[in-house]
Structures are given as C-alpha cells and as structure tokens.
C-alpha cells in the first residue's frame, strides 16, 4: 500500500503543500508508505490541442501520469484561486490525461486509484470552493473514485503548527481520519 501526496501550487510557502506533507506524515504514522511530490518538478506549458498534435504530450506530463500509477491512493491539497483550482493544477491533470498508450483512453490512471482531497485557505472556506470543482474534475471529468471524506483549513495563515501539525485538534483529526479513509478505500479498491 502506497500513497501520494501533492498540492496544487508551486508557490515555496504554501499552505496546500502544508497540508499534503502533514497527510503524508500522518500516513507514515499509521506505518503507509508515503511520498509527497511538488508539481514545480513537473513543469509544463499550458495545454494547448496544436502543440499535442504537433509534438505530443511533454515529457513532464509522462513523467508525472506514471508516478501517479505507482500509488494506490493519491491526496491532493488544492488552493482555491476565484472559487476553482489553480491553473498549475488543472493543467497537470489535463495533460496527464492526454498521455495515451495504443488503445488507451487517458483516463485509466485516474480510474485504477482512490483519490481523496483537501485544501487550505487564507479565507474562512478553507478552499471548499475548489474542492467542489475538484472533486468534479476527478470524479466526472476523469471518472476517478474520489472517497466523499475531505479537510478543508481555513485561515490557515495560522493554522498550522512549526512541525506542520494543525493548532486545532478536530481540524487535525479531520486530516487524519481523511488519509486513514483514503489508505482503507485504496486499499479495497486495489483489491
């Protein structure tokens, strides 16, 4: 059983990449195996259909739709920019699905895993607004199983802890009980 761990900002402080690296710790606590990724390594141009036709999806995007295969559950810390996801993360997830092996529709990566989300935000939603164009991205756009458990932090400025822990303990045991859900849904899923 292993699972993933990624936010969909590049941004050095922020708070989404707070989030999925203390669900990665919660996992690693509850003796699950694993990782968190900055999609800052995985940089790609914004997708447009001419320059597919013409040079194919970028490597980066490849690269990326294969760490993804390697996990059985993926958490996905979103950052709400004017009440959706943020354009660095809609954009990796619509390359990836543009990455196609002969007879393959795109979509499999996204069908074969359990995904559960959260987000953090300055505001008091705590990005809940993002999760909602999320959770249709993934779940109708892809056709993903997204588990219906998910953490929303807001004013998360002050929200966490110097060792990336929550200050508020049913905040942070809503974020232990969605990386737990995720582990038991992938794990059944995988199955």
Known sequence: MRLLFFAGSAREGSYNKKLAR?????????GIEAVFVDLKDYPMPIYNGDLEATEGPP??????KALLGEYEGVFI???EYNASVTPLLKNTLDWVTRVRAKGESGLEVFQSRVFAIGGASPGNYGGMRSLLQLRQILAVGTGALVIPQQVAVPRAAGAFEEDGSLKDEAQQKLCTNVVEALAVAAKKFAL
Do not use: W
Request: charged share 30%; proline share 6%.
């Open 59 to 64: 490597e980066r995007a490849r690269a990326f």
């Open 77 to 79: 810390a979103s950052p």
């Open 22 to 30: 203390l669900g990665r710790h919660v996992a690693e606590a509850n």
